[in-house]
């Protein structure tokens, strides 16, 4: 089963404007973690967040982490034409083998 | 070097072929994993290995045998594959197998099963 469900499924944004993507999971974790994937490309990894964390930033990366519902959202500020991607949240579901579940991502386009 | 390379990016195949994914990471990183993407999917993790030796199967059918033959290189090798089992093959490695560890992904290969 999914472990991670992300939402909105796809997000069209102007150059400029902020994006915000949200992933809810179902069991506890020891962290959550956000990649971005460009069309048929590998996965990049952009930031991770602990269990004990609740924001953590990168750039223009903005996340957070509610472990109370289990929840998490990622925010890209002052959106580029780059950022145009698709973004899943993986989590480890509290294994220590080094097994990620993904998300079923989010699709950002964003328009110059 | 923080780069996965992966080895051919593009494959076709028939049913009744052999063929070999390889993929290559000089991090010295000591977990090396396998994952298969459907369009429109996200990544299903299909194998893990440990210090070369394999840790994790997700019950993935035997036309699909992985190998690990040193701490820098692992290979998928295919058989007798179907044609539901085209799709974008990724390999990923990282430090170790324990949490808080982040993935490095190849570029993937993509597999075409006629």
């Known amino acids: 089963s999914q472990q991670g469900e992300e939402d909105p499924q796809a997000l069209s944004i102007q150059e400029g404007e902020n994006a915000t993507m949200n992933c809810s999971y179902k069991t506890s974790i020891n962290n959550l973690q956000w990649y971005r994937q460009n069309s048929g490309r590998g996965l990049v990894h952009l930031i991770l967040i602990r269990s004990n964390e609740r924001e953590k930033h990168s750039g223009r990366l903005r996340v957070t982490l509610d472990t109370s519902k289990k929840s998490s959202s990622l925010l890209i500020t002052a959106s580029r034409a780059a950022d145009t991607a698709s973004y899943f949240c993986a989590t480890d579901a509290l294994s220590n083998t080094g097994k990620l579940i993904f998300g079923q991502g989010t699709t950002l386009q964003v328009k110059p | 070097d923080t780069e996965v390379t992966q080895t051919p990016k593009h494959l076709v195949m028939g049913m009744t072929n052999k063929k070999s994914l390889k993929c290559e990471q000089h991090?010295?990183?000591?977990?090396m994993y396998w994952y298969k993407q459907k369009a429109k999917k996200p990544p299903e993790l299909m194998f893990v290995y440990s210090y070369e030796k394999l840790s994790i199967n997700e019950s993935v059918p035997s036309r699909f045998s992985p190998e690990c033959p040193n701490s820098s290189l692992l290979n998928l090798h295919l058989h007798a594959l179907q044609p539901e089992d085209s799709a974008l093959y990724l390999c990923?490695?990282?430090?170790?197998?324990?949490?808080?560890?982040?993935?490095?992904f190849g570029p993937g290969t993509r597999l075409t099963v006629l």
């Open positions: 990923a490695s990282s430090q170790e197998v324990r949490p808080y560890n982040e993935q490095f």
């Open positions: 991090m010295g990183h000591r977990a």
